[in-house]
């Protein structure tokens, strides 16, 4: 007798707990659909893809949100370094692009401080999802996040005093559409920073000559390059065109890619 009632107990106990399961997973998917919809483009498109002359060498196909693991960059001061050779300080608007799981979202936004604010730009729609929910556990205000085209960046006009573009050049389909598109973003004397691998892109990098070439046929300059410590490769540091310098799209001429670099 007595047995059969603790088995019912035991039943009961079991099933609440099943129904507590259900109900969190639907709380935790309903929380998903609702960061899914507030996640989209921040401007309306710019020009357009077939505008401009296809890269002249692989790109990489998107494999992963993230480079390495957060323990060893941060052992290596990635993000400080980054942020001391931009000159990034509390109160700019600085644009992660290619941000995936937010490494440097996160960094950036206890950089520029509640005075200022990070855009955390992604063409998967899934990491910038993933990333709302990293940045809402971490009670970080100061995040938008911006959904863009491989492109187009689809970022408003004038609201950026930097942009980092770390370890994703060499996955952006069309760059040049996608620098020609990036370039109104900036406010005038913002830097661009980017940090790649010396390594094929097909490899998951870009031959820094390859770089320069490419942003130079859209009328960037170079302001600056480093070598970051470790295996993080380089940073090199453009000033985007003045609105009067912007080249027409159809005057842009692909960079041939360097022998050895496939
Ligand atoms: C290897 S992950 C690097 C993520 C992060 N920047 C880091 O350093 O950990 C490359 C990211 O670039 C994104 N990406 C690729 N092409 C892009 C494009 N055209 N515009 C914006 N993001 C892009 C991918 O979705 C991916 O999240």
Do not use: W
């Amino acid at each position: 007798m007595e047995r059969t009632r603790f088995d019912r107990l035991r039943t009961l106990g079991g099933l609440v707990k099943a129904l507590a399961c259900i109900a969190a997973l639907l709380v935790a998917f309903a929380a998903t659909r609702s960061r899914a919809a507030d996640i989209g483009y921040l401007a309306p498109p710019g020009v357009a893809a077939n505008e401009f002359p296809a890269p002249q060498r692989p790109v990489a196909r998107i494999v992963s949100p993230r480079r390495a693991a957060e323990e060893r960059r941060d052992a290596l001061n990635e993000a400080g370094q980054i942020a001391r050779a931009l000159e990034l300080k509390p109160g700019m608007t600085v644009g992660d692009i290619g941000a995936g799981s937010g490494y440097h979202t996160v960094r950036l936004s206890r950089l520029v401080g509640p005075a200022g604010s990070v855009i955390a730009q992604d063409v998967t729609r899934d990491y910038l999802i993933e990333l709302a929910r990293r940045i809402e556990l971490l009670k970080l205000t100061n995040v938008q996040f911006a959904l863009g085209e491989p492109h187009d960046p689809r970022l408003p006009a004038s609201s950026l005093d930097a942009a980092i573009l770390v370890h994703m050049y060499h996955e952006i389909a069309q760059p040049y559409a996608f620098l020609y598109n990036l370039a109104p973003a900036l406010k005038q004397g913002a830097r661009v920073g980017i940090v790649d691998l010396e390594l094929p892109t097909s490899k998951h990098g870009t031959p820094i000559a390859l770089l320069r070439c490419e942003l130079t046929a859209v009328g960037y300059r170079e302001v600056a390059a480093y070598q970051l410590a470790g295996d993080t490769g380089y940073l090199a540091i453009f000033s985007p065109p003045e609105p009067a310098e912007r080249k027409s799209p159809r005057d842009i001429v692909a960079c041939s890619d360097p022998v050895g670099t496939r």
